[in-house]
């Protein structure tokens, strides 16, 4: 049976993730960062063998470590890692001209750049021991410097851009050593990253995860090649 963990697993897309791989006969540990969220708890009541639920911030490096003794405790090596985990800034975008907020710049970059950072070099160890090696990354199109056409957004922008410089760094360090990459835009999905569910978007976090998890899970023809794939299986320049 594969393992996988998975961050920011307590709704939206990672929860969404979570539900798939456990349909389809992963073991999962499944990042809990909302406490009062119970969407997890009726997942392990449907898988109460396969699932288990792990306390994890990764904008703190003392719960991602701990996290990982959570999981050492319980398995021997870890085949897959998701850093889906992510937040959006919950102030309009504002434009130069507008006082952008920097301490919001600095939240937004602490988990989404640094959070997966610090997730992979914890997990690590577990990971040198799983059969699949698989490191995936839920960035976003918004992290794209080609494709972008916004004059705002600088917090959630630049630092998933910034993921895609430090994936990069990985991939030259990891690849040699038998690593495999994905790096995922997943579509909009109506999920809760302005705090509310937002049902304007055009996919279900189940759909969502119906999309990613084939990209996540399956082997590619040129894994020496980093690429940022879209849910449409379309790639997007960096
Ligand atoms: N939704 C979209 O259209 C879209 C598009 C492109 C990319 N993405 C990416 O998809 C990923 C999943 O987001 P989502 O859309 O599913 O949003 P979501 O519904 O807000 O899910 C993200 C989960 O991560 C949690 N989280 C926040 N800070 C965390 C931390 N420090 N440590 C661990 N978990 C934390 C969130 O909790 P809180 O709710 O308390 O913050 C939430 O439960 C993110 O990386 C996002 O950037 C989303």
């Keep these: 049976m594969k393992t996988a963990l998975v961050t920011g697993a307590d709704r939206g897309l990672g929860h969404g993730l979570t539900e798939n791989l456990l349909e389809n006969g992963w073991r999962v540990f499944a990042g809990r960062y909302m406490s009062e969220w119970r969407e997890l708890d009726e997942l392990a009541e449907r898988f109460p063998d396969t699932l288990t639920i792990v306390a994890l911030d990764v904008a703190s490096a003392e719960s991602v470590g701990a996290a990982r003794d959570a ?31 920097y301490d919001e710049m600095h939240r937004l970059y602490d988990v989404n750049t640094l ?76 999920s809760y990253m302005g705090g509310l569910k937002n049902d304007n978007a055009d996919l279900e976090p189940r759909e969502a995860a119906g999309y990613a998890i084939p990209f996540f899970t399956s082997s590619r023809d040129d894994e020496d090649r980093l690429v940022l794939i879209d849910y449409r299986g379309r790639e997007w320049p960096w």
């Design 71 to 101: 999981v050492a405790a319980e398995a021997q090596s870890l085949d897959m890692l998701i850093n889906n985990a992510g937040v959006a800034t919950r102030t309009n975008p504002l434009t130069i001209r507008e006082n952008p907020d």
């Design 115 to 190: 959070g997966p950072l610090r997730t992979v070099e914890a997990f690590l160890p577990l990971l040198d021991r799983g059969s699949l090696k698989r490191l995936c990354f839920v960035s976003s199109e918004a992290g794209s410097v080609a494709a972008s056409q916004r004059n705002s957004w600088f917090a959630y922008c630049m630092s998933k851009a910034a993921l895609n410089m430090a994936i990069k760094n990985l991939f030259n360090d990891l690849r040699p050593q038998g690593y495999t990459f994905r790096v995922y835009h997943p579509g909009w999905v109506r």
